[in-house]
């Protein structure tokens, strides 16, 4: 069910609102900056994501995927979302909302909810990874 949703980062510089259907599953994946900060994430369209205030505290990062845009806020270094521009999986550019940085999620909805995990670590999204015990 989808749900408009509030959100920011640890120190309140960045905030955010998406409509997001949680119940529809979540993410986690294995490549090298989404393990080593444990990200979470919900998908959502770019009509369904609005940044209310710290753009000027963001940080756009470049790992080695070259479409995605991993925004840290630049006081306390949280990244509530990314981006990922086109060319991608998807076809079309999308949010990734860390579910961790959503006020007032319901956590029995999100345990409720399904994961699917992304093999990026090797660059084969569309496939789960041998291993996710970790992420």
Partial sequence: ???????????GAVRFEATLDISAGTGKCNCTICTKSRLWLVNALPQDFRLLAGESDL???????????????????VRA???VDMP?????????????CLDS???DELMAAPVTYYDGLHDNWGERPAETRHL
């Fill in 1 to 11: 069910m989808l749900k408009t949703y509030q959100g920011s980062c640890h120190c």
């Fill in 59 to 77: 940080t756009d990062y470049r790992g080695k995927n070259p479409v995605a845009h991993h925004q840290f806020c630049k006081h306390c270094g």
């Fill in 81 to 83: 979302f990314e981006w």
């Fill in 88 to 100: 991608n999986m998807s076809g079309t550019k999308y949010y990734n909302i860390n579910v961790l």
């Fill in 105 to 107: 999620i319901d956590i």
